[in-house]
């Protein structure tokens, strides 16, 4: 699709445009090159929290709030297939972008990328996804209200994408469709002060940074 095909769907103040650097998102009278684009390609050096609630399950992920492809990028860099599922268009075109734009193709090639509501697409999951070893969940936080500081731009943008959403609530369909799928394991990433979803017991484990939490849950 053309980028003039999203107008309708960008929230106001906002523009989509092709640049040197790939699809991105910036506001209307922002320089090219400041915005946000998706990004697969993962070259952080060190640890990260995730390859700790991987290890121990083997084989392909799905990514069920993929996003701006930070998660699905990693999984990807760490050589597993990855299943990642965005509902938002624009979203999945910024991911589609950044895919072509990958240089390693092997890497590329682990990334299967999917516009759809992940709620419905988790109870039937397409080959080679039917029994991966974990569904990552990184749903939109809600606003700090004792938050001093405005979060990093790409949150701001996906807020303003994903605007009017009941984010709560979204959360606890979106957990409950993990729950009920063939994943080994259900990893959600939450703020550290958050609860989990109640009804389901407390986590096997969980990693905790000084920004976020993973909770995972064993499922056999």
Known sequence: MAVNDFRTNLPAGFRLEETEHGLELSREGERSGRGVR????WSRPGPHPLRRALRGAPGAVVDATAGLGVDAGLVASL???VLAIERDPILHAMLVDARARLADAETADRITLVHADARSLLCSLPAPFERPAAVLLDPMYPTRRSASALPPKSMQFLRALLHGADHEGEIDSLFVAAMSSSARRVVLKRPPE???????????????TKLVRWDVWERG
């Open 38 to 41: 998706a990004e697969l390609q």
């Open 79 to 81: 050589g597993r297939p």
């Open 194 to 208: 958050a609860d989990p979803p109640q009804g389901v017991g407390t986590p096997t484990f969980s990693i905790e």
